[in-house]
């Protein structure tokens, strides 16, 4: 059984790999080739859950459980207040092969989802981005937007903005390779008719943007909500999109509430979802039709996605001697 560390993970598998693997990914889910259970929830006291997010992927012939902890007064003792652990197992012996940091794989993954979709749906001559949300998924968003597309521009905004301004500086140093601009934005209503994709990866529970001006031709990534109640995307944008793709058509469903807000106010029917993104990768639907088109990715997030990842990142680690290997 390999050990494989943060930094270890960081070197074995950059953002275009890691697209690259969430894209077999979404494709399995479409052809339903993986079978995820509901992942189980357990409260153990202390103000704390403990999630397990099981699943097997058949195409690759890999299991895998993440758990994932929620326990806000960890911070107080100086702990992360969400730590989070992959296992990955041979779903040929059964035999747990690797053990990662759960963190960084999410991180990992759910950036690599929103460049998966942006490379299937925005404009190929996409100049400029904006961000939503400075937070723990924001690194990894803005690595695959820049990862995909030749971008000049990012705006990044959340709500503080001095954190906003520290993360475009130390992002515009870490990135400086992909010769784009990273400004930090207070209000981002001054720059939102100027951008061709937005992300947003908050925790907001209320729309984080203005509808009315983004221009024709946008693409969104929504990653932030996961419950049916939470919404970062204003209705009124979601209701103009001429294409609205979904990680997976039963998770988003069950839990987006970008989309089923206005569903649940008559505003929409199913029918508004296009399909998953897996169909449009896949080529079995279109992506964008036209230059004037808006689409919309909506992800909350597949275990098949960590299992994925985290098996390749496996492999790469055994073939490049990487990783710490653990006897039991
Ligand atoms: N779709 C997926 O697969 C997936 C995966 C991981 C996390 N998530 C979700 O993504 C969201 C962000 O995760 P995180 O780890 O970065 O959280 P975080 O708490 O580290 O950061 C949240 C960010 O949201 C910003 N924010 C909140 N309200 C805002 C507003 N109204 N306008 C602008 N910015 C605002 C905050 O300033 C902060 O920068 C969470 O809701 C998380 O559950 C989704």
């Known amino acids: 059984m390999l050990v494989i560390g943060t930094e270890e993970m960081k070197k074995l598998l950059p953002m275009k790999e890691a697209i690259e693997a969430v894209k077999e990914a979404y494709k399995m889910v479409s052809e339903e080739r993986c079978y995820v259970p509901l992942r189980t929830n357990i409260s153990v006291g202390h103000n704390g859950q ?14 895998g459980v993440k758990i994932v902890s929620v326990y806000p007064e960890n911070a107080k003792k100086g702990l992360p207040s969400v730590p989070a652990t992959m296992v990955l197992i041979d779903g040929t ?32 001559d996409a100049k400029k981005a904006i961000l939503f949300g400075t937070g723990g998924q924001a690194r990894e968003q803005l690595w695959a937007l820049l990862s995909v597309r030749k971008l000049e521009e990012v705006y990044v905004c959340g709500k503080d903005f001095e954190k906003a301004k520290e ?4 992002m515009s140093r870490e990135f400086e390779d992909y010769g784009a601009k990273i400004t930090a934005v207070e209000k981002a209503d001054g720059v939102l008719s100027e951008v061709d994709i937005i992300t947003t990866a908050t925790t907001s529970r209320t729309p984080v943007f203005d509808g009315s001006l983004v221009k024709k031709g946008v693409h969104i ?32 469903l069950a839990e987006a509430g970008d989309l089923l807000v206005p569903m ?8 508004k979802i296009t399909g998953e993104i897996g169909e449009v990768l896949l080529g079995k639907i279109r992506g964008r039709n036209s230059e004037d088109e808006i689409t919309i990715f909506k992800s ?14 496996y492999e790469k680690a055994v073939e490049q001697g990487l990783g710490s290997n653990l006897e039991i």
Do not use: H, W
């Open 264 to 271: 649940k106010k008559g505003l929409m029917g199913e029918e």
């Open 93 to 124: 012996t059964g035999i747990v092969k690797a053990v990662m940091d759960g963190t960084y794989l999410t991180r990992l993954r759910t950036g690599a989802a929103s460049g998966a979709a942006t490379e299937a749906l925005a404009k190929k």
């Open 167 to 170: 993360f475009a500086g130390r």
């Open 300 to 313: 909350v997030g597949l275990a098949v996605q960590d299992i994925v990842t985290a098996a390749k990142i």
């Open 50 to 63: 403990i999630l397990f997010m099981p699943g097997y992927v058949d195409g690759i012939g890999f299991a």
């Open 221 to 252: 990534n929504a990653i932030g909500s996961f419950t049916p109640e939470m919404q970062e995307l204003p209705e009124e944008v979601v209701l103009k999109a001429d294409r609205v793709f979904v990680d997976s058509r039963e998770a988003c």
